[in-house]
């Protein structure tokens, strides 16, 4: 596969980003506690690399912490931000990150070079319905407060003209043409994120039996704020994304991105996508720190995290995550379906 012949490129470009490869096994010191000399973890791009390395930052204290209760002294925790979210998974299929939080679209397409640890809760969202116009009623979209193992994909038509042109058909309850959305420009993320790609393109496939690789306006955008600025420059017409896009950057539509009204006002929704399951926190099986004993250690570290109260701010304000628990590989078997009709469209 063409991601494959690029694996050495990309794993090369991450280690010059500051992710350098395990060398050893944990080794037992005096006190009957395993030393690592640094443990690697590498997240997606879900917000710019600046703004997540800054808000992550306390969150390795926070891990060495936990991981030397369990018998684990952790020198060093190193994070890195992914150029793509592809980018991450090479880098844990070379073993340059030990630990990566990554979509489940990006684990499937990886799960030779990595193990999927843990799944990501998240707080159900009250905007969930499969008809679009029924999001578009100006209200505020909020947080339940119950927990949710999936989330939905939606499209997004901004201010632009184009984009509302689209937005009064669908709600006025017309269908939208294949002309009429290969008409307008698309934002999207890589072909491994699930909802800035994969399950927007099994939308368009569902009811078209194209993909957005068939779409002639598209810009792929390097982070979901990316995206959204480029929907209110009106550089987009439509942008792809998780279902809270709106709630997330609702303050920077017009703090930082010089919007005069709300983005419950300027934005409409014309497409939502089935459940995907949440992320992963996966890890590479080319560590040589990835024992099985420091593995199960390293989940139930990061499970404690998101159940405090420092370390679920930190979760919640980075990866909209609620805590996380352990997860299976058939929890991704949908994924995977996804991944292959993605590639039979190709």
């Not at 470009?13 to 443990?39: H, R, V, W, Y």
């Not at 578009?136 to 119950?146: C, I, Q, V």
């Not at 209110?232 to 997330?248: L, R, T």
């Amino acid at each position: 596969m063409k991601k494959r012949l690029l694996a050495l490129f990309i794993a090369a470009a991450f280690i010059m980003g500051g992710c350098s490869q395990s060398g050893s096994q944990p080794a037992e010191n005096a006190d009957g506690t395993k030393n690592i000399e640094e443990l690697n973890v590498a997240f997606a791009p879900y917000d710019s690399s600046e703004t997540m390395l800054a808000e992550t930052e306390p969150m390795k204290v926070l891990l060495q912490d936990k991981l030397l209760e369990k018998g684990y002294n952790v020198e060093n925790v190193n994070i890195t931000v992914g150029a793509s979210y592809d980018a991450v998974g090479e880098a844990l299929s070379a073993g340059t990150a030990d630990v990566g939080f990554i979509s489940g679209g990006t684990y499937v397409l990886y799960d030779e070079g990595c193990d999927v640890l843990l799944t990501a809760l998240r707080a159900a969202y009250s905007k969930d319905s499969d008809n679009p116009a029924d999001w578009n009623d100006t209200t505020e979209g909020h947080y339940l407060n119950t927990m949710a193992k999936y989330y939905k994909s939606i499209i997004i038509a901004g201010p632009s003209a184009k984009g509302q042109e689209l937005a009064a058909k669908v709600n006025n309850g017309e269908e939208l043409t294949w002309d009429d959305l290969n008409s307008a420009t698309w934002a999207v993320m890589g072909a491994s994120s699930a909802s800035g790609y994969i399950y927007p393109s099994l939308w368009l496939q569902e009811r078209f039996g194209k993909g957005i690789n068939e779409l002639d306006n598209v810009i792929q955008s390097d982070s979901y704020s990316t995206s959204i600025a480029r929907l209110a420059s009106e550089q987009a017409d439509i942008m792809v994304g998780f279902a809270h896009m709106q709630y997330k950057y609702a303050d920077q539509w017009t703090a930082d991105f010089g919007r005069e009204d709300s983005i419950w006002k300027e934005t409409n929704i014309i497409g939502v996508t089935e459940g995907i399951f949440n992320d992963t926190v996966c890890v590479s099986k080319a560590s040589q720190i990835m024992t099985d004993d420091f593995r199960q250690a390293l989940g139930e570290s990061l499970i404690e995290i998101g159940q405090s109260e420092e370390g679920l701010e930190i979760i919640d304000k980075v990866f909209a995550h609620k805590g996380y628990e352990w997860a299976e590989d058939s929890d991704y078997d949908g994924e995977r379906k996804a991944q292959e009709l993605i590639m039979n469209a190709d």
